[in-house]
């Protein structure tokens, strides 16, 4: 039988980083795929995250498993940092997935279990993955304006105006913060507009949020997710990989926000039940890590400061990349990096552009020109300057 399986395409990142292996030439650049990385290269471990791993190891007694939907103190301390006090606890559904992209399988099987006839709304563009996942899901997919290729900022009015066909039952798929390609996030003032419009069609917002604490700081990032759920019912995809850096320990939660808490119980349990058909028990170890790191005043304050540092970090290389810009076009066309948030901008490159400034100088991006800005350091941005000036952007 396996003789009968067709090929899968390729996924486009991971093909990226195996190209990227495979060439020798010292001075290339990765800026593709998208994990962070300090100036010199490495994606560290977080000091907050080493301390709480020695912790638990020297008091953990068990690797039994802990429930379905993982360890309930995981849960309460992701819906407080996600949440804070937008929703009563009791109105939030939770449960523990592998990462990020769990949650977000997860939350789409919800919805096509609550409505299998659900148009699932995607913004233009968003993260290759959700459209990969729902195509494998078969379901219903209509994307909506967001990015504007002229201004490579968000068209505000053409999103609206695309999700004012959603109807009742549909699912809306938003970037709570850090938008994955282009960077650049709605406006508090097209936020509000989005979280009436979505309650008033009826439609369920499901919000990604993957890089709370890259954007503009953690209370920041978390408002338009909060706004969203203070509104009614939401569906929420949270990732501890980046904020954390915790990549391969594949820490993730979903939470959903009900109307009142009998529902947030329905909820609560078919969420446990996705988990037993498609894993059955969530992995534990990053999200003790977490707990730990969360539950305690010492090792919260150093995270929270030590993600503050990785922010401040690749603000400042939009900052050096766009001024070294200015410098050698004499010009002020570029600024728009300094408006984009998190790890990623979108540079308005053709694929041809992509490719020839990877044949020529070695730097890796997406063939959209999707760029890892935290790739960067001090002595890359001037390369990536010249060859963005080269090849006539």
């Known amino acids: 039988m396996l003789d009968q399986l067709k090929d899968q395409p390729a996924d486009k990142i991971l093909s990226l980083m195996a190209a990227f292996r495979a060439d020798p030439r010292d001075g290339k650049i990765d800026l593709g795929v998208g994990v962070y990385k300090d100036p010199e290269g490495r994606t560290p471990v977080m000091r907050a ?66 409505n299998p006839d659900a148009v699932v709304w995607v913004p233009e563009p968003t993260w290759p993955n959700h459209l990969s996942i729902l195509k494998h899901l078969g379901m219903t997919v209509k994307g909506y304006r967001y990015f504007d290729e002229d201004t490579l900022g968000v068209d505000a009015e053409g999103m609206l105006a695309d999700l004012a066909g959603a109807k009742a039952g549909d699912a809306v798929l938003l970037h709570g913060c850090c938008h994955n390609p282009s960077g650049s996030d709605p406006e508090a003032g097209t936020w509000e507009k989005v979280a009436g419009l979505l309650r008033e069609r009826g439609a369920l917002p499901f919000v990604d949020l993957a890089y709370q604490g890259f954007g503009d700081g953690l209370e920041a990032d978390a408002r338009a997710t909060r706004a969203l759920a203070a509104g009614g019912e939401c569906l929420i995809a ?103 948030k998190g790890m990623f901008s979108r540079l308005g490159a053709s694929p041809e552009q992509v490719e020839w400034m990877r044949a020529e100088h070695g730097i890796y991006m997406v063939g959209d020109s999707r760029i890892n800005v935290a790739g960067l350091n001090a002595r890359t941005v001037p390369v990536l300057a010249k060859a963005m000036v080269e090849v006539g952007l």
């Open 49 to 114: 995250v080493r301390e709480a791993e020695k912790r638990i190891w020297e008091q953990e007694t068990t690797k039994t498993y802990t429930a379905l939907a993982g360890d309930p103190a995981f849960s309460d301390a992701m819906v407080a940092l996600v949440l804070g006090d937008a929703v009563p606890r009791s109105r939030v559904a939770a449960v523990a997935t592998p990462g990020g992209t769990g949650a977000v399988r997860q939350g789409f099987e919800l919805i096509r279990m609550m």
């Open 238 to 340: 949270a990732s501890c990989s980046k904020n954390f850096g915790i990549y391969r320990e594949r820490t993730g939660v979903l939470m959903a926000v009900s109307g009142d808490d009998a529902v947030a119980t329905l909820a609560q349990a078919n969420l446990a039940y996705l988990n037993r058909q498609n894993f059955s028990f969530p992995p534990d170890h990053g999200a003790r890590v977490v707990t730990t790191v969360l539950g305690d005043a010492g090792l919260r304050a150093d995270w929270e400061a030590e993600l503050e540092e990785i922010r401040a970090g690749m603000i400042g290389l939009r900052q050096q990349l766009a001024a070294e810009l200015r410098r050698l076009t004499n010009s002020d066309r570029f600024d728009f990096m300094l408006s984009h």
